[in-house]
Structure formats: structure tokens, C-alpha cells
């Protein structure tokens, strides 16, 4: 593979010192687990149990409601509360269950044994990764087992490890590839069962040394299987920097990645593969990354799905003094929480809290067309046109412009010497489109 990259992006401070090289904690969830129904793209799973039933940990609370959809599993036992509309992190009501937590994790039977994965049938991996509810934890949460049902899937011949985590101030990801190497290289080798044409390929920025090192190792006599560190760049992690970055080739919005023969998972659904394959364990907990200059002690936690962000922050130690935001997920393509009772969810990659001179809002003035958002936007596009189109609800104009070919990285906002919120006002724009297509 030739040694190639992706156009523009930026480089900047990425917080990741805070919460870098600190071994992986576990957060047992002590209060009430709370459980969306929507914590995947796609239709909001469907209740299989009531107010009233006992549940036990790894236990089906709700079913995929269709195609494109994901089950919902416990990480606690106990019994069902409510099952009630909650807020969610996104800001929108969503139907939920809340189990009363008895602390005693008593666990379903079968949970955590052992399989020789083998010798599966490439559909026994795929029902078994649909039985576990994983979803894509590096961005939207696209079911994985429909993301590894393509219609040709000899046709695929790249699988991507995405293991970039350029984002900043996120390390949950890198200390995943240096303390569990071995099951997210097991978990790669699943995934190549299903795609017998496919090369692995695992892609690391180079800030993450260890990494490389401890996956290098790992697959030096692995035929098909192979390690790509590059030039920490943001937004390396994006799907289509990715494939760009690893095979050279070029996809639009218009296109899925196995229309350019590609697979992308993030290492941590990778690892949730491997974890639900060979070890009978469906997805109950991630890895998050818990940051920011007013975090006592920033670090990065297995936290159960269903507890509290609360929990996670106290786990850190608490804050050093009053915080001024509060965010899930980082800095670029993170949402602002407004309460920190709001629960940890598949989707959940951090915990980032800043104090308030870090967190100041920076004084909005208009466009003086400098052309730095051009610079640096991935996607080669113009944002200072297509925020003046998003501003006149001119939706004609956003597409002849090729908004629709917007990765919503944030990198226009973040470089914009006028503190304008471009990325914030495209991704509505390109969102509401969307919508109205969908609706026709």
C-alpha cells in the first residue's frame, strides 16, 4: 500500500496527557441503570420485558425492531422500574427502561464461556454479534452485524481497523490497543472469517507508539493482517479519511464504504466482537475516557451502559472546582450535556469537563473570507458559502455546493479567527435535508 493521506485537516493540542498511559478502571454502576431504546441508528429497539420482571446481567431488554436496529442488554441485575420517556444525551425523549439495581450482578447462564470461534459458520459469527447488540462505538452506532452483510461480500477486500482516535483529548481507544492487543487482533481475525477476499488492516496515528508496538508484534506473521501508523492528523479517524488514508480510495456521501470494497470498524467494536464471538459476552460495557482540566483525576474507565455520567465523573475524583461545561464525547463532534444524571449509552466515548476560562464562549464577528475553513476542511468544500446558504435556508444552493459532502469534523469552527459556529450550522442544514429526503 502506498503511503497515502487525506487532503487538508488540522494539527492542534490534543489534551490526550491528561488521561494517556493510566491503566483502564472498572466503575461498578451503584444506582438506578437507565437504558434508551435508541442507542443505535435506525429504529428504536422494542421492549421485551415489564414493569415488575426480575433481569439478570447480559439479559435481552429490548429487541431490534426491524432491519436496521439493535437489541438492548443489561450490565446490572435486578428489577424493571418504569419503562418511561427520559431525556436523552442528543436533548430528545426517548422511551426507556430503568432496572432497579439489586448490586448482586447475578448473570444470565452461559454468560462469559468460552467458543472456538473457528469453526462458526460465517452466519453463526453474524447472529452471534446480532445477539450481543453491538453497534458501531466510534460514531452514529450503525448495527454491526447489518454493517457485515453486504450484498457482495466477496467484493470486500479491505477490512479497516479504525484505531486513529484523533479526536482530542480522547484516549480510551489507545489504551484499549495497549492493554487488550490480543482480543482486538482475535477480533480482526473474526471479521476476516466473513470476508475471505480481505486484507486487515489496523490503522494507528503515530502519537500512539505503545500501540503500534504491542499490534505490530502481534501480527508480524499474520498473512493478511497488517499494522498502518501514520501522521497524526485530525480527522484521521472519519470514515472516509480512513479508507482514503489506507487504500487510496475515494468515496462520497452518496456512497456506503463497501462500495469501495472497504469495511470500517472502530477498535472498540472490534474488540466487542471478539468478546461477543469467543466469549459468550454481549456488549454491556465500553471504555470512556473521562478529561478535562477540571477532572481531579482524568482517566479512562469500563463503564457499564445504563449508569449514570455522574458516576463517571465521581469515579475521577470529582471536579477541582465548579466546571462550566460539561460534555459527551470530545471537544469537535461532542454534545453539550446539560445534566449529568443522563445516562452512559453505546455511543458514550467520553466524559470531558472544562473549567470556565478554558470553556468561554469566543466573541462572534462576521466573515472576513480569510479562506481558513477551505484549508483545512477534509472535503475540499467552502464552508463560509455553504453557511451563508445554511443562514438563507437556501437548500438548492447547499447541494449545488456539495454540503451533503460534509464529515461534520468541526475543523471549520475550530480554525475560524471569527469565532463563527460553521461546522454547528452545516450539519443542521445538511441534517434537515437529509430529513426532507427521506420524508419524499
Known amino acids: 500500500m502506498g503511503k497515502t493521506t487525506f487532503r487538508n485537516g488540522i494539527q492542534m493540542y490534543d489534551g490526550k496527557d491528561l488521561s494517556k498511559n493510566k491503566e483502564i478502571s472498572t466503575v461498578v454502576p451503584k444506582g438506578e441503570a437507565v437504558y434508551p431504546l435508541a442507542q443505535h441508528i435506525g429504529l428504536p429497539a422494542r421492549p421485551v420485558v415489564e414493569v415488575g420482571d ?51 450482578f447475578r448473570t444470565m447462564e452461559g454468560l462469559g464461556e468460552k467458543r472456538e470461534y473457528t469453526s462458526l459458520s460465517k452466519g453463526e459469527i453474524r447472529d452471534y454479534i446480532k445477539e450481543a447488540g453491538i453497534v458501531g462505538l466510534g460514531g452514529v452506532g450503525f448495527p454491526t452485524h447489518v454493517k457485515l452483510s453486504p450484498k457482495n461480500e466477496d467484493g470486500i477486500d479491505y477490512v479497516i481497523v479504525n484505531g486513529a482516535e484523533s479526536e482530542p483529548y480522547l484516549t480510551a481507544d489507545e489504551c484499549l490497543m495497549t492493554e487488550e492487543p490480543e482480543k482486538i487482533v482475535e477480533g480482526l481475525k473474526i471479521l476476516l472469517q466473513l470476508f475471505e477476499n480481505a486484507k486487515g488492516v489496523i490503522l494507528i496515528e503515530d502519537n500512539k507508539p505503545q500501540a503500534v508496538k504491542c499490534l505490530s508484534a502481534l501480527v508480524k506473521n499474520e498473512p493478511r493482517i497488517t499494522v498502518k501508523a501514520v501522521k497524526s492528523k485530525y480527522p484521521q479517524g472519519a470514515e472516509r479519511q480512513a479508507i482514503k488514508t489506507v487504500t487510496g480510495r475515494k468515496m462520497n456521501s452518496a456512497m456506503l464504504p463497501t462500495d469501495v470494497g472497504c469495511v470500517v470498524h472502530n477498535v472498540g467494536t472490534v474488540y466487542a466482537v471478539y468478546m461477543a464471538v469467543a466469549e459468550s459476552t454481549p456488549l454491556i460495557k465500553r471504555v470512556v475516557t473521562v478529561t478535562g482540566d477540571a477532572v481531579a483525576n482524568p482517566r479512562n474507565v469500563w463503564a457499564y451502559m445504563g449508569m449514570s455520567y455522574r458516576e463517571l465523573a465521581e469515579a475521577a475524583g470529582g471536579f477541582t472546582e465548579e466546571p462550566e461545561l460539561f460534555v459527551s464525547g470530545g471537544p469537535l463532534t461532542g454534545t453539550a450535556l446539560t445534566d449529568l444524571e443522563l445516562p452512559v449509552t453505546k455511543t458514550s466515548s467520553a466524559l470531558l469537563v472544562m473549567k470556565k476560562k478554558e470553556a468561554a464562549k469566543r466573541l462572534v464577528s462576521p466573515c472576513i473570507r480569510c479562506g481558513r475553513c477551505m484549508e483545512v476542511c477534509p472535503s475540499g468544500l467552502t464552508p463560509h458559502r455553504l453557511i451563508k446558504c445554511a443562514e438563507q435556508t437556501d437548500c438548492e444552493g447547499f447541494v449545488r455546493l456539495d454540503g451533503m459532502e460534509c464529515c461534520e469534523c468541526g475543523a471549520c469552527s475550530y480554525v475560524c479567527p471569527a469565532g463563527r459556529m460553521l461546522a454547528q450550522e452545516i450539519r443542521q442544514t445538511r441534517r434537515s435535508i437529509l430529513e426532507e429526503r427521506r420524508r419524499r
Open 54 to 104: 426480575a433481569v439478570s446481567v447480559g439479559q435481552r431488554l429490548a429487541e431490534a425492531a426491524g432491519v436496521v436496529s439493535a437489541h438492548v442488554i443489561s450490565g446490572v441485575s435486578g428489577t424493571v422500574k418504569a419503562i418511561e420517556e427520559r431525556l436523552t444525551v442528543a436533548g430528545t425523549m426517548c422511551e426507556t427502561i430503568v432496572v432497579e439495581n439489586d448490586g448482586e
